[in-house]
Each structure stands twice: as structure tokens, then as C-alpha cells.
């Protein structure tokens, strides 16, 4: 985890970003009305969760106003639960932040009581969690709320502030909020983890299309979007990305410079051109395996009788730049319809990849075009099974296991731990 004290600055790790806001019990619940529009303008999506507490401070119509989503309060709503419950929410938000948090909620999230829908989202999610503390400065200095932050901290939620000044109550020294504009820099800082600074990262993306004649091709179903949240991710993580795109109608990542293509041909001259001074390839495009040998010059009109097409193989772009001189550190995929483990295995060794990252395609709700994937992560030595986790969500923990696996060099990267294959 990076200090935040070296993270001012940019906001751009906002972007496209889905927060939840926690407001709890504290007078500084006002200013979570300009925190959520702060965040908003930053390009951040924000739905907002309130204890019984914060409820009393400010309307939750408030929130509702200024989000467009209504608001998230009770545990035990039926109708909430049908719809995004504390389990949706955990898995929808990219990051939680609780501002302002009171030493009533930081204690008992410490001791992982969940008595409410806030706390029970912050128990529940995979994705980070901040407190934003605000309570008086006699409750602050009380040992037993440092014993409690630091519980926080050592499982790796992020505590920002609090600040010094004067209190509400009239008393000053430190327990105030931090201001809005000094959490949303912080909240920024979370998504820039710094994992791949300086380095250069060639990713490929999307289907290409093989053309049959002027009007028709080859082409699969994919939708690029986990090679674009991969890019997206390690644009975060400090890196200059180059997306080599095969036709998709997703907009690109910031911070990415983008070169499309169409055909494999084009793409494997594209990732040719970059992969020579980069330090890290993910080949995550779904190449056409076949290309007409002959495209017919002008439209094939309907006959009648069967048509005939003689294929070829085209170029194997991942295994190419695997096989070069000075190559980068290379990441294949692999999609499957079966024998999932064993194929990729077989891929990672035939090709010479370093590491390959496999889903089943046949699987509902993780194919082609979904916005959920689960995969297996494969080296030589480890296989991770990270869990089911939307696209973008997903790509971040991708990004920090390859950065683990490039500085580890050969060998075991990653102990097994619950949740993942040895």
C-alpha cells in the first residue's frame, strides 16, 4: 500500500470509478453532500449507504437528490434486498468510503460487527475500504480508538485523517473530518497503486476480422472489455499503456494511447512495432485462428449451390513475440470451452508464455460480452483462482499479480493461500 502522503495531485483514477459513500452518525455529515459531488465531478459513479444515525444528521433525500440513486439504509429490507442488496453493493462498488465514520462504527467494524447494511457492505466487499474519522477530540485520544484503527489498518483498509481544529462541540484538536477536497485526492490515490511505474505495457484487445469479401469475415464474439479493464488497470498502476484494438465499441481507457486494427496480420505488425521496447505483453484479443486464403475482390453473390472457403492458419502473435530475442514478460489467454485447466497448461508451455490467465467462455455470465469473468491464473509453478469479479475489478487484482510475478522473475510468485489452487 502506497503512503497517501506521496499521492497528491491527479484525479484521474476516478474515473468511470463506482464508490459507495458511507455516512454515519457525525455532524460532519454535511459535508458528505459536497464529498459526493466532488467525486462526481471527478468522474466517479456514487451510490450512498447511511446508518440510522447518519439519517438523522441528513436527509437521505438529500443523497438521493445528488446521486440519482436512491438511498441505501436498512439491513433487512426485502425490497432492498431484491434489488442491490449489501451483497450487490459490495461486489458493485470499486471502493468503499465511510466519511464521516464515528468511533461508534470504526469500533465495531473493527471487531467485525455487522448490525447494519453499511457495515455489513464493508465486511462483505473484496474491494478497499476507507475510513474518513470525525468525532470529538477527547474521543480521538482515547487509546482504545487508536487500538481500533489500527485493527483496521494492519487488514488493510485505509484510514485518512483526521484533521485538527475546531469542533462542533466547541473543544479544538484533532477528530475533525478531513475536507472533501483532501479525501477526494486520497480516494484518487487508492487506484493509483504505482505497481507498474515506468514501465511500458503492450496489451491486445477485441476480435479481428478476417475479410471473406468486401462486405463479409471471420470474426468471434468477443467485446473487448477485459483487455480494455486490463489497460484501464495498468494505466493506474503508474504504467504508459499501448492497446492494440481489434473492432469494439468501447470507448479507450484514459491515460492509454490506442493503435485499432482489423485483421490479425495488422495486429501482429502493431504488436511487433511496440513489443520491442516493452516490459510486459498481454495478448488478451481473441485472434482469428483462420483467413480466407484468397478474399474474393468483390461481393460473393448468392447462388444457390454450397460455397466452398479454403482457410489458413493465421499468424500466432502471442507465441511470436514470446519467441523474440529481448522479449517482454508475456501474458496469454485462454479461452475454453472444456478441459480448462489442462489446455491452458498446455498453451502456457507450448508457447512459451510466462503466464496464462484462462476462463471457460461456456460458462453463463462469464463468456464473450458479459461484465463478470472468473478466472485461473497459471504459471509454471502456481495456479490462483481468483473469485468471480467484474471485469474492472478483476483487472486490478490481474495487474497486481503479474507486477508480483515480473519482480519475482522465475519460480513460485505467489503462496497458496484459501481461495486459490497450489
Not at 437521505?60 to 439504509?73: D, E, K, Y
Not at 471473406?212 to 493506474?236: C, F, T, W
Not at 468501447?250 to 492509454?256: K, M
Not at 448468392?302 to 466452398?308: I, V
Amino acid at each position: 500500500m502506497l503512503p497517501i502522503w506521496r499521492m497528491e495531485g491527479s484525479l484521474a483514477g476516478l474515473t468511470n470509478k463506482r464508490l459507495l459513500l458511507g455516512v454515519t452518525g457525525g455532524i460532519a455529515a454535511y459535508k458528505s453532500a459536497q464529498l459526493l459531488r466532488l467525486l462526481q465531478q471527478a468522474g466517479a459513479e456514487v451510490r450512498v449507504a447511511m446508518t440510522a444515525a447518519g439519517a438523522e444528521f441528513v436527509a437521505p433525500l438529500t443523497f438521493q437528490a445528488l446521486s440519482g440513486h436512491p438511498v441505501h439504509l436498512d439491513l433487512l429490507d426485502p425490497a432492498a434486498e431484491a434489488a442491490m442488496g449489501h451483497i450487490e453493493l459490495a461486489r458493485w462498488a470499486d471502493a468503499v468510503v465511510v466519511a464521516p465514520a464515528t468511533a461508534d462504527f470504526i469500533a465495531r467494524l473493527a471487531h467485525g460487527e455487522a448490525p447494519d447494511l453499511l457495515g455489513a457492505t464493508c465486511l462483505a466487499t473484496r474491494s478497499p475500504v476507507a475510513v474518513a474519522p470525525a468525532m470529538n477530540q477527547g474521543m480521538w485520544s482515547k487509546p482504545v480508538t487508536a487500538e481500533n484503527l489500527a485493527r483496521l489498518r494492519e487488514r488493510g483498509l485505509w484510514v485518512f485523517g483526521p484533521a485538527a481544529g475546531y469542533q462542533a462541540c466547541g473543544d479544538v484538536g484533532e477528530g475533525r473530518m478531513e475536507e472533501p477536497e483532501a479525501l477526494v485526492r486520497k480516494l484518487a490515490a487508492i487506484f493509483a497503486t504505482g505497481a507498474l511505474a515506468g514501465r511500458k505495457v503492450v496489451i491486445t484487445a477485441g476480435p479481428t476480422q478476417e475479410a471473406i469479401d468486401p462486405v463479409r469475415y471471420l470474426s468471434n464474439h468477443s467485446s473487448g472489455k477485459m483487455g480494455y479493464a486490463l489497460a484501464a488497470a495498468a494505466a493506474e498502476a503508474g504504467a504508459r499503456v499501448v492497446l492494440i484494438s481489434g473492432p469494439v465499441s468501447l470507448p479507450c481507457p484514459d491515460r492509454v494511447q490506442r493503435l485499432p486494427v482489423i485483421s490479425a496480420a495488422e495486429m501482429l505488425a502493431a504488436c511487433m512495432a511496440e513489443a520491442g521496447g516493452a516490459d510486459l505483453f498481454i495478448a488478451a484479443a481473441a485472434v482469428a485462428d483462420y483467413r480466407p486464403r484468397t478474399p474474393a475482390a468483390h461481393k460473393i453473390k448468392r447462388s444457390g449451390a454450397p460455397l466452398t472457403l479454403e482457410l489458413e492458419p493465421n499468424p500466432d502473435i502471442v507465441a511470436t513475440v514470446a519467441a523474440l530475442p529481448e522479449r517482454p514478460f508475456v501474458v496469454g489467454f485462454a479461452a475454453e470451452t472444456r478441459d480448462l485447466l489442462d489446455n491452458a497448461r498446455n498453451k502456457l508451455t507450448r508457447k512459451g508464455l510466462d503466464l496464462v490467465i484462462a476462463n471457460d467462455v461456456s460458462t453463463a455470465g462469464i463468456g464473450f460480452g458479459s461484465d463478470d469473468n472468473q478466472v485461473l491464473v497459471i504459471s509454471q509453478h502456481t495456479t490462483l483462482r481468483p473469485p468471480r469479479l467484474p471485469k474492472d475489478q478483476l483487472a486490478r487484482l490481474l495487474i497486481a499479480e503479474i507486477a508480483i510475478a515480473m519482480a519475482a522473475g522465475p519460480g513460485p510468485h505467489h503462496p497458496p493461500e484459501e481461495g486459490y489452487l497450489a
